[in-house]
């Protein structure tokens, strides 16, 4: 079946989620044409010892990009094995070079070399993304550094931070996310070419008597390729290289949803801080015409969340690729590979979203800080009064008896009266005078050093990203 409507099932990533440019990646076009350009290398080397003629290569090369998907699967319908159907299409259009191709070959010398090319250029994709919210986000943490706001742990009120600090805290993970990207990306490499078990016996025999080896036949057709190749395999390529790509995807989605979360947090109205975009035509609910619900942070959360499962799936590929391979990966790959991939471009698509049109509800922020930020200021009242001669100990009751009251007040939705009694109790005020008080209880204040090291994160980011 080669034409697909709405009539029958169709994966979410074959139009809802991913790029276009993702989607052609793992395409089956795609495939073949890598299948075709790897056999097109395989017969260029071979034809250096007289094993296949250069007019049979120029044929082959000619057909390269002729890719005829209805011709093949019409055939594999018959024969049931996909790479050789490509080779009797490709064969079909080859009057002269059909008969050689794939000579000496067995199929996962194709198929693994052409997985490892199509795992580069994903990851080539997701990176260029990755990249791009780091830029967006290294600016925000410039422009935010020093915006004080109200911090949680535990989701209940805490100190004070900054959100260029909080930006720069997810910021530093996808750096981490960045650096192992690209250590994976520069370690793909190919199977090679070593016949069924990885020994390369079928192509000791087919060059024998030629003045070239099988190791000089493999480093000659992956240095055309441009992809280094294992020294050691079975049928396949080790793997656990799969296995290490998804978790870097999986950890990439992992920063992303805990971002995406706090999104989600921050807009509901007990925070009121933030907000992802909404579109003037956009709808929240279908049955309630207020709602402005986070849907593209909480399709984020979705999304990264399926990509959290996948390491599991390749660990149990790598784990039972028993003796020289099995085939109880292949079915699995065909679609968790692409998916994972579709999945992780779509997260970092949509987080690139929100944080561009991401919307810092000032009022918010500081009606929060003034709200509870007084709270974690009395640790300043606490610290001056003590090295002014008061019992720490004692004033730390005293505070802490105030901070009860007034916080039974905000439950009220009554005005924060700390400031006020702190400021007025004598057993406070024989340390400290009232405008002294009041202005340690001033949270703005109480950020440590969080806006340079914001800065100094930014400044990491864009080191990196010049490399």
Not at 113 to 131: H, W
Not at 292 to 316: K, M
Not at 347 to 360: A, D, N, S, Y
């Amino acid at each position: 079946m080669t034409d697909f409507t709405h009539d029958t099932y169709i994966s979410p990533f074959s139009w809802r989620y991913g790029s276009d440019a993702m989607r052609a990646v793992w395409s089956l076009a795609n495939q073949r044409r890598l299948w075709r350009r790897i056999w097109v290398a395989l017969a260029d080397a071979q034809s250096e010892v007289g094993l296949v003629s250069a007019e049979q290569v120029a044929d082959l090369r000619a057909h390269v990009s002729e890719i005829n998907i209805p011709r093949a699967l019409e055939i594999e319908a018959e024969i049931h094995h996909d790479l050789m159907a490509e080779v009797k299409t490709y064969a079909e259009q080859c009057g002269i070079g059909g008969r050689v191709i794939h000579l000496g070959a067995t199929s996962m010398d194709i198929e693994d070399n052409a997985d490892a090319l199509r795992l580069r250029d994903a990851v080539d994709l997701i990176l260029t993304a990755l990249e791009a919210v780091l830029t967006t986000l290294a600016g925000m943490i410039d422009a935010e550094a020093d915006s004080v706001c109200m911090a949680f742990t535990h989701l209940q009120p805490a100190e004070p931070t900054t959100i260029g600090y909080r930006l720069a805290n997810y910021a530093q993970d996808l750096l981490a996310d960045l650096v192992d990207l690209r250590r994976v990306r520069a370690d793909i490499k190919g199977k090679g070419f070593k016949g069924a078990v990885g020994t390369a016996a079928s192509y000791a025999e087919l060059l024998h008597g030629t003045t070239m080896t099988p190791a000089d036949l493999e480093a000659r057709i992956m240095s055309t390729l441009g992809l280094g190749a294992f020294t050691i395999t079975h049928q396949t390529y080790p793997r656990r290289q799969d296995l290490k790509i998804v978790e870097v995807l999986a950890s990439i989605g992992m920063t992303c949803y805990r971002l995406a979360f706090d999104v989600r947090l921050l807009q509901s109205p007990p925070f009121g801080e933030w907000s992802e975009p909404f579109a003037s035509k956009q709808i929240g609910s279908s049955a309630m015409p207020f709602k402005r619900n986070p849907i593209n942070a909480e399709n984020i959360d979705s999304l990264a969340r399926y990509v959290a499962g996948l390491p599991r799936l390749f660990w149990d590929n790598a784990a039972h690729h028993l003796l020289e391979r099995t085939l109880d990966d292949s079915g699995n790959r065909r679609a968790a590979l692409p998916d994972g991939f579709l999945a992780t471009d779509e997260v970092l698509k949509r987080v690139q979203k929100v944080l561009t049109g991401l919307r810092i509800d000032r009022n918010g922020v500081a009606k929060n800080l003034s709200a509870y930020g007084t709270f974690a200021a009395t640790e300043r009242v606490l610290m001056e009064a003590a090295r002014a001669g008061a019992d720490r100990q004692e004033l730390h009751e005293v505070i802490r008896q105030h901070s009860l009251t007034a916080w039974e007040a905000l439950r009220n939705n009554q005005p924060n009266s700390l400031p006020d009694t702190l400021s007025s109790d004598p057993r406070v005020t024989a340390y400290l005078t009232p405008e002294r008080t009041r202005e340690l209880l001033d949270a703005s204040g109480h950020i440590g050093d969080a806006p340079a090291r914001a800065r100094q994160l930014s400044a990491r980011l864009r080191e990196a990203l010049t490399r």
